[in-house]
């Protein structure tokens, strides 16, 4: 959790409700809240000029939503959108800046969070240099598992959809599809009712 | 991120010389030291599976490097390597941390950069889906320009050869070296004895 709840609440934080697929803030709106996930899941996507989803983060409970927009001085360059139904904290974000200054370990929390959201970048950036779509899902499936105790073989169960997969690696569904078969003829992955273990 | 130097070996920060060629890390490292440049030019890179090195950014002096994996219990991403005889101040992390702490100053304005980094790294990554290569090398070009201080136009030297910002673009170096002319055309950057100006 990046801010503990009840500093949230204490200063005037409110709870927004939202529904699968409702949009939390829009590309191009001014930040002007901090959102944090209460409950639920929730996506930063844009869409490429064909049309195509690009997922850029995925979010769940605990998490701070687009919160690096509070620091500069621009619109969001993304959108923010529920998966699941979500309960969300949100707090003006001229209160939010007093309360990092006020709390120095939430300056602190913060720069962990963003770091986490960077070292996701960086390793996301190596595939565009790969035009291998193989490599590609690879990345995805260590970084998903580098956060996991168990390493042994098939001990991870990928929680991403297939769409949710080729969205973060800029692949079509059906070529996320056929590569992950492919990695499960070639011993990578197994799959057990459609789901993917790693 | 640019720290006093004073306040750097006020917590134990010491200067460190290396010669050009000098691996300050390497992929794979731990990230233990907050490292400054006082003096010359390092290299952030990569290679991929056929050894192709890409190049991920060019930092110089008042420059931090790598301090985003100190927050983040990870390997470095990438190597760093020299370009130049360099100076550099290198802060054990649990000072950088301690320094953090004393100074939240200094945290908050951590916030903010790494906010930057984070915010022009998805921009980069956005720009990469486009299919219009003035759209790509415009994402890489404002991601290296954000690293530096100063922001008046045309300013910002390019330390990349072309065929580096076709590795990192994905694009052919033929169609690197066109879209930078039309460019220079259009005033968005100016080519000084093949040096780019951005």
Redesign the interface.
């Known amino acids: 959790m990046v801010i503990r709840e009840e500093i949230l609440h204490s200063v005037g934080a409110i709870t927004r409700h939202y529904q699968p697929s409702e949009i939390i803030f829009n590309e191009g709106d001014i930040p002007k809240y901090y959102y944090q996930i209460a409950s639920g899941e929730a996506k930063l996507n844009n869409y490429t000029d064909d049309g195509k989803e690009i997922i850029q983060t995925l979010l769940e409970e605990g998490q701070s939503i687009g919160e690096s927009l509070l620091f500069l001085d621009k619109v969001y360059p993304i959108s923010a959108v529920a998966i699941t139904k979500c309960s969300v904290l949100r707090l003006p974000k001229s209160i939010f800046l007093d309360l990092i200054k006020l709390y120095p370990e939430i300056s602190f929390n913060m720069n962990k969070t963003i770091s986490q959201k960077l070292y996701f970048k960086l390793i996301m950036s190596q595939n565009l240099s790969s035009q291998n779509p193989m490599a590609k899902l690879k990345v995805l499936m260590d970084y998903l598992k580098s956060f996991q105790k168990e390493q042994s073989p098939y001990s991870f169960r990928i929680p991403l959809t297939r769409q949710q997969m080729a969205s973060l690696t800029g692949l079509c569904v059906e070529t996320a599809i056929r590569t992950i078969k492919m990695m499960e003829r070639d011993k990578i992955v197994k799959i057990i009712d459609r789901k993917i273990l790693y | 991120m640019n720290i006093e130097p004073d306040i750097l070996y006020s917590y134990g920060g010491e200067i460190k010389l290396y010669k050009q060629h000098d691996v300050i890390y390497r992929e794979g490292d731990h990230a233990t030291f907050y490292y400054q440049i006082v003096k010359g030019k390092i290299k952030l890179n ?1 290679y ?2 056929e050894g ?1 090195e ?1 190049i ?1 950014n060019i930092i110089g002096e008042k420059q931090s490097f790598g ?6 219990e ?1 390997f470095y ?2 190597n760093a390597i020299c370009l130049s005889d360099t100076e550099i101040i290198k802060l054990p992390k649990n000072r950088f ?1 301690e320094l ?2 004393n100074n ?1 100053e200094i ?2 304005e ?3 950069c ?6 022009f ?6 720009s ?5 290569p003035i759209v790509r090398l415009e994402g890489l070009l404002n991601y290296l320009k954000s690293y530096h201080e100063g922001d008046c136009a045309h300013s910002f030297p390019v330390e990349l050869t072309r065929q580096q910002i076709a ?4 694009l052919r170096v033929e169609t690197v070296i066109r879209t930078l002319k039309k460019m220079e055309h259009q005033g968005k950057l100016k080519i000084k004895e093949r040096k780019i100006l951005y």
């Open positions: 990569s991929n599976e192709k890409f991920h301090d985003a994996m100190i927050f983040v990870k991403v990438m941390i953090l702490k939240p945290s908050l951590m916030n903010a790494l906010s930057q980094r984070l915010y790294k998805a921009i980069m990554l956005q990469m889906s486009s299919q219009n590795n990192l673009t994905g």
